[in-house]
């Protein structure tokens, strides 16, 4: 479908048909494998060599060849995370066909889905490192594609530059840790890895440590955890809304799942460095919240309070391995499926309303729960489920009273508050004239443009409600799984809804000062981001490319110089040879005897 799409469609609709029909054929398919994988306890596994070179012949037999293999590993959760990813895509170029009818390039901007799709199914069922980085990579260039899709206006190419330098760096760090675990075990298999990690010879715990922070990074990278989440918060405007969603949700699920599967490496390094993963995924389910407050692009909001769920996910995962035996890790991982489409849902709602206000501002938005009554439920349904997924999440695998969980929990609160505060801005209170826009204007999206969001909110409560089933995480890991006690699940989810009802209360009694206050602390943050970019380019990028300057300029000084020396010198070669050989010979033999005068041992002395 990518070829088809890249090729021979050129018009809008079949561009968008294409798109369709390729990510409903891969949805039938892995519905097909997913019925094929019900009886059957063990995941289907088929191995192909892509190359193999020979580059020793003694030491271990780990290191005698190298070749790089396809493996093709498919367990229920690969199946659940596709199906996850296509459902948010479908729903997103549904979407995307009714509202984004002006957007440029609709051939690139399907084939490239279609592409991102391909990639997500090749990380999803790689066993082998090597082959899962190059189907990351592959992932990574259409994304970056996908949020500079805008490349032609000014803002967006400008903004997309963050989209290209911050994913690379923490891909290249993904790459660096499978690199590393490549040099000291020999093989990126990982059914031959994680049995040999203690065995191998001249294995060492410093070395597992290194690995398992360098492969951390790239995935919270992907994952969008503060403080690597300004690729995805600053295109929230410049990007198509079909693009900004897709890249999040396809990123998210792909990357928890693959965070899931590499924990066995972070295990068995030491205790420090799952506590120091810990640390950082408690700290981003805090600061991005907490960042939503300052500022009032309803987009911005959705992103940071969507990446506090995702660090929730990633904490109970680590969790989970860290109390042995893993008995609730799968569970961060079922409550990132079901953030995935309540994001998408939330972000494509949010774009219906503010093309209908014609505006990206909180504080000039408003009554669209009496305008846009179809929107405003599909955005109210979706951010129960954003606020929610995290309180299920740890009732299953983290305990309230330890100090994690303090932390966790005050990330499901400000989740909670961050993510109504929007609902809240856009859907009451009045709206207000402005210049060139009238509100009596204001009407609902199209039909098809309203439907996607409902829908997508809908499988994000249905995976909500099957990740507190105890059967559906026996399904994903194959294990079995306790009852979670109904005093945890309690306990849990009355802090989320103690912040849903904080919040309802202080914009009940006071939006305009809310918002005011928001938008205070948005500029303040505006000014610090400014000056510390300031400081950067002062003391770090001006010296650098003033180094980079001058050494441009006298390289070419150089040359100059080196091109007149050396046509003096040919210059001088040419009149030697056009000159009379006797007279030449005769004043070569003086300065000889000269030299051999003045440098023998006696004259010297």
């Given at each position: ?184 075990y020999g093989t990126q298999n990982l059914s031959t890895l994680l049995p040999i990690l203690h065995t191998n010879p001249g294995w060492t715990v410093r070395s597992l440590v290194v690995g398992s922070v360098l492969l951390f990074i790239g995935i919270a990278g992907r994952l969008a ?67 939503s407050f300052l500022g009032n692009e309803p987009r911005r909001v959705i992103a940071l309070a969507g990446s506090a769920a995702v660090a929730i996910g990633a904490a109970v995962v680590i969790a989970g391995f860290r109390s042995q035996p893993a008995t609730f890790a799968v569970a ?274």
């Open positions: 479908m990518f070829i088809i799409a890249l090729s021979s469609v050129r018009t809008r609709r079949s561009a968008s048909a294409t798109a369709m029909f390729g990510t409903v054929v891969t949805l039938l398919l892995t519905l097909l494998v997913a019925w094929g994988l019900t009886r059957r306890s063990t995941p289907y596994v088929v191995t192909y060599q892509y190359f193999s070179m020979s580059i020793a012949f003694s030491g271990p037999q780990n290191f005698q060849t190298f070749g790089i293999d396809f493996i093709l590993h498919v367990d229920h959760l690969t199946v659940v995370a596709l199906a996850a990813i296509e459902v948010c895509m479908l729903g997103a170029i549904g979407w995307h066909q009714v509202m984004g009818r002006s957007e440029p390039g609709a051939a690139r901007f399907h084939a490239v889905i279609l592409a991102l799709l391909f990639a997500c199914v090749g990380v999803l069922m790689s066993w082998d490192l090597a082959e899962l980085f190059g189907f990351w990579a592959i992932g990574g260039a259409m994304t970056y594609l996908l949020l500079a899709h805008r490349w032609g206006l000014d803002e967006p190419a400008r903004r997309a530059r963050v989209a290209l330098a911050l994913p690379f760096l923490t891909d290249l760090c993904l790459l660096c840790g499978i690199a590393w675990l490549y040099a000291r955890l503060w403080p690597f989440n300004s690729w995805i918060t600053q295109t929230s405007l410049s990007a198509p809304a079909a693009a900004w969603v897709i890249v999040q949700a396809a990123w998210s699920v792909v990357a928890i799942v693959v965070l899931y599967r590499v924990m066995p490496i972070f295990l068995a390094s030491n205790p420090q460095t799952l506590q120091a993963c810990l640390a950082l995924c408690g700290v981003a389910a805090v600061v991005a919240p907490l960042l961060g991982v079922a409550a990132v499926l079901a953030v995935a489409p309540a994001r998408v849902a939330a972000g494509l709602a949010l774009s219906s309303i503010a093309s209908a206000m014609r505006t990206d501002d909180l504080t000039e938005m408003g009554d669209a729960w009496r305008r846009m009554r179809a929107s405003s439920v599909a955005l109210l349904a979706s951010i129960v489920v954003l606020g929610l997924s995290g309180s299920v999440a740890l009732a299953l695998g983290v305990t309230s009273r330890s100090k994690l969980g303090v932390a966790l929990g005050e990330g499901v609160l400000l989740i909670a508050i961050a993510s109504l505060r929007v609902f809240l801005a856009v859907a009451f209170g009045p709206l207000r004239r402005r210049r060139t826009f009238e509100p009596d204007r204001v009407r609902e999206a199209p039909q098809g443009a309203v439907s996607w969001p409902a829908w997508l909110a809908l499988v994000g409560a249905a995976f909500l409600v099957a990740s507190a089933i105890t059967g559906w995480l026996n399904f994903l890991d194959g294990q079995k799984h306790p009852v979670p006690g109904l005093g945890s699940i309690v306990v849990w989810g009355a802090i989320a809804v103690a912040g849903f009802a904080a919040c309802a209360f202080v914009y009940t009694r006071g939006k305009d000062g809310a918002l005011a206050a928001s938008a205070a602390g948005g500029v303040l943050l505006s000014r610090m981001t400014t000056t510390g970019f300031g400081l950067v380019d002062r003391f770090l990028v001006e010296p650098i490319t003033d180094i980079a300057r001058r050494v441009g300029d006298w390289i070419p000084e150089g040359d100059g110089a080196l091109g007149r020396f050396t046509n003096a010198s040919g210059q001088l070669a040419l009149a030697a040879v056009r000159a009379p050989a006797l007279p030449l010979v005769i004043v070569l033999a003086v300065v000889m005897a000269v030299l051999f005068a003045l440098l023998a041992p006696g004259v010297a002395r």
